[in-house]
């Protein structure tokens, strides 16, 4: 069982950043792909970006390649993703997953998720 707890989200203006934090409790966390996901209001949960146990790989959504960076720390158990140049359209809850293959991009794929923390991008 691996137990997920997300920080970091807030209200931020376009092109500022921020960096979400995704905290993972069970001696697993080191062995599972991590991802992130998002959903805006009325919208399907849609992939973000992912990253290997190892994090020697990383995949990401084509509409935040080159602004946003996933990272993990294992010693830590937490996985990190740095939001730059965000855009309005960045604006959503963004959601922490495990137990999925880091090329996953469907949601059904991950077996745990955290409760979820609000990005808002003003314009």
């Known amino acids: 069982q691996v137990q997920l707890v997300e920080s970091g989200g807030g209200l931020v203006q376009a092109g500022g950043s921020l960096r979400l934090s995704c905290a993972a409790s069970?001696?697993?966390?080191?062995?599972?792909?991590m991802g992130w996901f998002r959903q805006a209001p009325g919208k399907e949960r849609a992939f973000v970006a992912a990253m290997s146990w190892s994090g020697g790989s990383t995949y990401y959504a084509d509409s935040v390649k080159g602004r946003f960076t996933i990272s993990r720390d294992n010693a830590k158990n937490t996985v990190y993703l740095q939001m730059n140049s965000l855009k309005p359209e960045d604006t959503a809850v963004y959601y922490c997953a495990a137990g999925g293959g880091y090329t996953d991009v469907r949601p059904s794929m991950y077996a745990y998720w955290g409760q979820g923390t609000q990005v808002t991008v003003s314009s």
């Open positions: 069970g001696r697993t966390f080191s062995t599972l792909s």
